[in-house]
T-cell receptor, first 116, second 116 residues
Framework: AQKVTQAQTEISVVEKEDVTLDCVYE???????LFWYKQPPSGELVFLIR??????QNEISGRYSWNFQKSTSSFNFTITASQVVDSAVYFC?????????????FGQGTRLTINP | EAQVTQNPRYLITVTGKKLTVTCSQN?????MSWYRQDPGLGLRQIYY???????DKGDVPEGYKVSRKEKRNFPLILESPSPNQTSLYFC???????????????FGQGTRLTVV
């Protein structure tokens, strides 16, 4: 079975602090893809990053960085020097090809609040 | 501009009154799906379609119908809505490369449905 767990339901930090959002996944597939999406208060889902199961290189994009570790089945997301505009709900998702069909499974989401 | 368009964005209806939420994409994507988002549960897949005239149930299909008569459109139909279908709904599309699940899903803006 495919499953994504985001254990942190809500996180609140003060602006400029670093914050890490945890994501743990379960899958039996050897080929899979991991995603992070951001959902700002306006409600739309914004794609942030995609990672495939064969690429464990960490990625940095500005203040955002992602740490993918297959050994612990984790794909954590860190925001450095957080800003109020980072306040949103963040979803981690797993996609695998199951019996010829794509299945995209989401975690429960982490609500991040950045206080000024 | 590449996009997935859902209509309406907001809808309040009464129990039992049939409704349709439309979804259209302009990216020529084969794969389309519907999700509902509920607090604490993340996004759960309702139905998906791998191509025209090919649809299948997701994780929470009860009370919903879909159709895929043309590639760009994937409407979600609630024949007899009930209050437990009050939720935020998202349509998504993607184009698998050679059948692999390696592309991110493009999401519509969401439809907030309230059934009273």
């Amino acid at each position: 079975a495919q499953k994504v767990t985001q254990a942190q339901t809500e996180i609140s930090v003060v602006e400029k602090e670093d914050v890490t959002l945890d994501c743990v996944y379960e899958t039996r597939d050897t080929t899979y893809y991991l995603f992070w999406y951001k959902q700002p208060p306006s409600g739309e889902l914004v794609f942030l990053i995609r990672r495939n199961s064969f690429d464990e290189q960490n990625e940095i994009s500005g203040r955002y960085s992602w740490n993918f570790q297959k050994s612990t089945s984790s794909f954590n997301f860190t925001i450095t020097a957080s800003q109020v505009v980072d306040s949103a709900v963040y979803f981690c998702a797993l996609r695998a090809l199951i019996q010829g069909a794509q299945k995209l499974v989401f975690g429960q989401g982490t609500r991040l609040t950045i206080n000024p | 501009e590449a996009q997935v368009t859902q209509n309406p964005r907001y809808l309040i209806t009464v129990t039992g009154k049939k409704l349709t939420v439309t979804c259209s994409q302009n990216m020529n994507h084969e794969y389309m799906s519907w999700y509902r988002q509920d607090p604490g549960l993340g996004l759960r897949q309702i139905y998906y379609s791998m191509n025209v005239e090919v649809t299948d149930k997701g994780d929470v299909p009860e009370g919903y119908k879909v159709s895929r008569k043309e590639k760009r459109n994937f409407p979600l139909i609630l024949e007899s809505p009930s209050p437990n279908q009050t939720s935020l709904y998202f349509c998504a599309s993607s184009s698998p490369h050679r059948g692999r699940a390696n592309t991110e899903a493009f999401f519509g803006q969401g439809t907030r449905l309230t059934v009273v």
